[in-house]
């Protein structure tokens, strides 16, 4: 019997409502399949399962809020019989209930108050009145006069009181504690480096002259395929600070700052771009901010980037020195690109600048290293035909 | 197509990319990207939304000449008039 866990959704997140189950027991599930789908603050991630099977048991019903490695389904590994994994969950019962015991988050705060609205209590001709008024909905507000009585003060509460948080504001709380996470324990240090975008420039132009709108090309898709690759040379910025030692990556999933349009911003994954050509980079891209902004990622996209890539250059800024996301160890960040003056071969002429940068945590790599890696990314960027 | 109608699927495309913008607020002689935020991935999507809604194809080469509504209205007029 394989156990299917909640996987982690991100530095920042350490629980997920589950909303929807994709499949029932009894279905065939693969490698890579959505199953289910848990609502974050940051989004409705879609849940991929990472083993072939059939599904035996769901363990958590829609609706509930879940800490991360909680056990959400059982599956018959293939070839297991229902009959075995009965007798394997009568044995193994004592050992599930930790998992089952697991504490229940807190409940967020408006609860209390929607369980007293279940009995109806009175209310003060006066204080309903003053409800109108202020728009205010009598029914939930909590009454703290005689018999549990809704006063005129309870309404002008209930009226001042903040609205209940939605996702912006959850959101808001889980950036806000992993960068405070980051600041307190990742000692970064910040490089940057002047990139002249001339040849890339030009060979995107005559790239994106022969493509059809649908297929054009974004320069940002060239950055961050030179990024995937230039990591290739200085693999120490690729990868996760975890129990006081550098992991490596194993790929390069390059999770790619994307700002959402009510505000917040979210990181997603796009795996394996170092093995990805550019226009299947560029389709990837385009999907997962399409994604991003519709709120709905895959678990996958937002467990997994190993470094950071974050573009400013859109809204007018010349460079970013960005903040790690832990427990990534490096973020790398472009500013805007601008024609400037320029010189090369001892000529001066104009050519179109970016402010590459690099924010490296000094645990995992040092300067010299991070200098070795922005000199890689300004040579990949010499030669946009080979990214 | 006349550029009243031109103007008003053009609206809607961006406003199905920057749905926070409201019609009565777009200011049709002034620089688009300064009243919606649109970055290159918004704009590369108001493009391929007026190619599959209008079926005209913008070059790249003909951004910088895209700057305020009217531009784009213009364009697109000008491009559909020269297929007729």
């Given at each position: 019997?394989?156990?299917?866990k909640?996987?982690?959704l991100?530095?920042?997140?350490?629980?997920g409502?589950l909303?929807?189950?994709?499949?029932?027991?009894?279905?065939?599930?693969?490698?890579?399949?959505v199953v289910?789908v848990?609502?974050t603050?940051k989004?409705?991630?879609?849940?991929?399962?990472?083993?072939?099977?059939?599904?035996?048991?769901?363990?958590?019903?829609?609706?509930?809020?879940?800490?991360v490695?909680?056990?959400?389904?059982?599956?018959?590994?293939p070839?297991?019989?229902?009959?075995?994994a009965e007798?394997?969950?009568?044995?193994?019962?004592?050992?599930?209930?930790?998992?089952?015991?697991?504490p229940?988050?807190?409940p967020?705060?408006?609860?209390?108050?929607?369980?007293?609205?279940?009995q109806?209590?009175?209310?003060?001709?006066?204080?309903?009145?003053?409800?109108?008024?202020?728009?205010?909905d009598?029914d939930t507000?909590?009454g703290?006069?005689?018999?549990?009585?809704?006063?005129?003060?309870d309404?002008?509460?209930?009226?001042?009181?903040?609205?209940?948080?939605?996702?912006?504001?959850?959101?808001?709380?889980?950036i806000a504690?992993?960068?405070?996470?980051?600041?307190?324990e990742?000692?970064h240090y910040?490089?940057?480096?002047t990139?002249p975008?001339?040849?890339?420039?030009e060979?995107?132009?005559?790239?994106?002259?022969k493509?059809p709108v649908?297929?054009?090309?974004?320069?940002?898709?060239l950055?961050?395929?030179?990024?995937?690759?230039?990591?290739?040379?200085?693999?120490?910025?690729?990868?996760f600070?975890?129990?006081?030692?550098?992991?490596?990556?194993?790929?390069?999933?390059?999770?790619?700052a994307?700002?959402?349009?009510q505000?917040?911003?979210?990181p997603p994954?796009?795996h394996?771009?170092?093995?990805?050509g550019?226009?299947?980079?560029?389709?990837?891209?385009?999907?997962?901010?399409a994604?991003t902004?519709?709120?709905s990622?895959?678990?996958?996209?937002?467990s997994?980037?190993?470094i950071t890539?974050?573009?400013l250059?859109e809204?007018g800024?010349?460079?970013v020195?960005?903040v790690?996301y832990?427990p990534q160890?490096?973020l790398v960040?472009?500013g805007?690109?601008?024609t400037?003056?320029?010189?090369e071969?001892?000529?001066?002429?104009?050519?179109p600048?970016v402010t590459?940068s690099?924010?490296?945590?000094h645990?995992?790599s040092?300067?010299i290293?991070?200098?070795?890696?922005?000199a890689?990314?300004r040579?990949?960027?010499?030669?946009?035909e080979?990214? | 197509?006349?550029?009243?109608?031109i103007?008003?699927?053009?609206?809607?495309?961006?406003?199905?990319i920057?749905?926070?913008?409201?019609?009565?607020?777009?200011?049709d002689?002034?620089?688009?990207?300064?009243q919606?935020?649109?970055?290159?991935?918004?704009?590369?999507?108001?493009?391929v939304?007026?190619?599959?809604?209008?079926?005209v194809d913008?070059?790249?080469?003909?951004?910088r000449?895209l700057?305020?509504l009217?531009?784009?209205?213009?364009?697109?007029?000008?491009?559909?008039?020269?297929?007729?």
């Amino acid at each position: 019997m394989i156990e299917f866990k909640l996987p982690s959704l991100g530095a920042d997140m350490d629980q997920g409502k589950l909303v929807e189950w994709k499949v029932k027991p009894g279905d065939a599930v693969k490698r890579g399949q959505v199953v289910a789908v848990v609502d974050t603050s940051k989004a409705a991630v879609e849940v991929e399962i990472w083993q072939d099977g059939t599904l035996f048991e769901q363990l958590v019903p829609i609706g509930e809020k879940v800490p991360v490695g909680t056990v959400l389904a059982t599956l018959l590994a293939p070839g297991e019989t229902r009959e075995q994994a009965e007798q394997q969950k009568r044995a193994a019962r004592p050992a599930l209930k930790p998992a089952a015991a697991v504490p229940a988050p807190p409940p967020p705060v408006a609860a209390p108050m929607t369980g007293a609205i279940a009995q109806r209590r009175p209310v003060s001709p006066a204080a309903r009145k003053h409800a109108r008024e202020l728009g205010v909905d009598v029914d939930t507000v909590a009454g703290t006069g005689p018999h549990g009585a809704v006063t005129v003060e309870d309404v002008e509460k209930a009226a001042a009181a903040p609205a209940p948080p939605d996702r912006y504001v959850e959101m808001r709380k889980a950036i806000a504690a992993a960068m405070s996470r980051s600041k307190r324990e990742i000692p970064h240090y910040y490089l940057s480096e002047t990139i002249p975008m001339q040849r890339a420039a030009e060979w995107l132009a005559r790239e994106n002259e022969k493509r059809p709108v649908t297929e054009r090309i974004l320069m940002g898709a060239l950055q961050i395929k030179a990024v995937a690759l230039a990591l290739a040379r200085v693999p120490e910025l690729n990868g996760f600070w975890r129990n006081g030692a550098f992991e490596p990556a194993t790929g390069v999933h390059i999770g790619v700052a994307i700002s959402i349009r009510q505000g917040g911003l979210i990181p997603p994954a796009i795996h394996d771009v170092d093995k990805k050509g550019l226009p299947e980079l560029m389709r990837a891209l385009s999907d997962l901010v399409a994604r991003t902004r519709a709120g709905s990622l895959r678990s996958s996209e937002m467990s997994d980037p190993t470094i950071t890539v974050t573009n400013l250059g859109e809204t007018g800024v010349e460079s970013v020195f960005g903040v790690i996301y832990p427990p990534q160890v490096a973020l790398v960040g472009f500013g805007r690109m601008e024609t400037r003056p320029w010189s090369e071969d001892g000529k001066l002429f104009t050519a179109p600048l970016v402010t590459a940068s690099l924010s490296g945590d000094h645990r995992a790599s040092n300067g010299i290293r991070g200098a070795r890696f922005l000199a890689e990314l300004r040579e990949r960027l010499q030669h946009p035909e080979e990214l | 197509m006349n550029e009243s109608e031109i103007r008003t699927r053009v609206v809607g495309v961006i406003r199905s990319i920057a749905p926070e913008v409201e019609e009565g607020e777009l200011r049709d002689d002034r620089p688009l990207r300064d009243q919606v935020d649109l970055d290159s991935m918004d704009w590369l999507n108001v493009l391929v939304a007026v190619h599959e809604k209008l079926r005209v194809d913008i070059p790249e080469a003909d951004y910088r000449k895209l700057v305020t509504l009217n531009d784009i209205v213009a364009y697109i007029g000008a491009k559909l008039a020269s297929r007729v």
